[in-house]
C-alpha cells in the first residue's frame, strides 16, 4: 500500500490537490493505519459532473451488458477477498472470519442484483384507457422504469464494503451513475472494493470514489445540485442529511433499539444463542444488534443464568485472532458505552460480569434489572453491553418497545404463533423477527426502519425499484 491512498475519479486514481490526507486509526492498535486524500469542493464538483455525463450513455448500455459487467465486479470482489478482509481488519477491528465473509456476502449480493435487476427492469407494462369511467378504448400508456441519474452513496464504518455495493449495485444495475463517500474508518476497505469495479471495466466516470472528512466535504455532497438520490446509512447526521436534502428520492437507515420480547413458553436454549449472536456479534456494533431485552419475570432468572454461561464463553481480544469481541471503532465510542454502564451502574442495574475495559475494548456486559429511566434502556450502545428489563405482561414489553424513537427491527420468542403475529403487528418496526434475533438479510429481503430509524425500505429489489423512475409514453389512436 502506498503511503497516502488516492480517491478514484474518471476512471483514474488521483491525488487531491489539497495535498491533506485523512488518517485512520487501527481501532486496536490506536495508532494511525492508513492514510486518504482529502478531497476538496472543486474535486467532488468535478466527479458530479463527470458522473452526470458517464450516466447518460450507461443508461442506453443494454440491460444485459450492464449485468454482466456486475457479475464480473463480483467475481473480481470475491477474488479480492483477502487483501479487502485484511483491511477491514485493520480499519474496524471486524473479527478476520466476519470480514471475509463480508466481502463474499457483498459479491453475492452484487450478483443477485444483476440478475434480480434484469428481470424487474426488463419488464415493462401496458395499461389500456377503457377500465377507466367515460373512456373508451383509444389510449395505450406503456410505462417502464428509468434511471433517476446521478446516486450519491453513503455506507457507514460497520459494513463498509457490504452496505457500499448494497447502494452501488442497484444503482448501477438500474442505470445510474454513482459517487461514493465512504466512512473514514472503512475508506480503503472501500477503495480496494472499488478498485474492483475498476478491473471490471466499468466506463469512465460512471463510478467515483471520494474521501475525506464528512465535515469538510458532507454536506456539499449532500446537497450537491448534480445528486438525484442519496442512499444514506449511519447516525443521526442522517436526520440532518434529509432535512437539508433537496426534491429527491432518499433512502436512508439509520439506528436502531431492537428489543427482544421474550414470553414464559420461550425455547431459552434458543433465545440465549440468539442473544449472543444478536447482542454481541461485531461487539454490538451492527444497526440490527439487539439492544434491549424484555424478558417475563417468571423466566428472566433462567434466562440470564444462560445468556451469563454464554457470555462466559465469548473471547475478547484482537480481530486478527478472531475473538468474538474485538475493539470498538474509536475511544470516543468507547467512551460513550462507557458512559452508558456507568449511568446504569449509578442508577442500580445489576452487573453480571465485571465491567472491563482496556483502550478501544470493552469486555461484554449483561446488564440485569435494568429500568425505563436508564440510559441504556432507550440510547443506541453501538458496544457490547446489552440490558435487560424485567416485564410483567405482554403489553408492558410492547409498550416500552414502541416507546423507543427508534423502530428498526425487533424480535420475539415463542411457541404460540398466534400470540407472536399479534405481538408482531403491535410493534412499531420495520420487521419483526420470531423466534430469531434481528438481522438485515437475506439481502433480498426488505429491510427498512420506521420513525428515526430512517425512511424507504432496501433489500435487492426494493433498491432497485427506488432508484428508478415511472416514465409513462401514452399512444393515443384517433
Ligand atoms: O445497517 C444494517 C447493519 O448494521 C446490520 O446488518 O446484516 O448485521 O443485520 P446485519
New binding site residues.
Partial sequence: YGDVFKYYADGEWKKSSSGQSVAIINPTTRKPQYKVQACTKEEVNKAMERAKFAQKSWARTPLWKRGELLHKAAAILKEHKSPIGECLVKEIAKPAKDAFTEVVRSGDLVSYCAEEGVRILGDGKLLVSDSFPGNDRSKYCLTSKIPLGVVLAIP?Y??PV??AVSKIAPALIAGNSLVLKPPTQGAVSCLHMVHCFHLAGFPKGLISCITGKGSQIGDFLTTHPDVDCISF?GGDTGIAIAKKAGMIPLQM?LGGKDACIILEDADLNLVAENIIKGGF??SG?????VKVIFAMESIADALVEKVNARVAKLTVGPPEKNCDITPVVSEASANFIEGLIMDAKDKGAKFCQEHKREGNLIWPLLLDHVTPDMRIAREEPFGPVVPVIRIKSIEEGIHHCNSSKYGLQGCVFTKDINKAMLISDAMETGTVQINSA????PDHFP?QGFKDSGIGSQGITNSINMMTKTKSTVINLP
Fill in positions: 457507514p460497520n459494513y457490504n452496505l446509512t437507515e456479534s461485531y456494533q451492527r444497526c440490527t444488534a434481528p438481522a438485515r438479510g429491510f
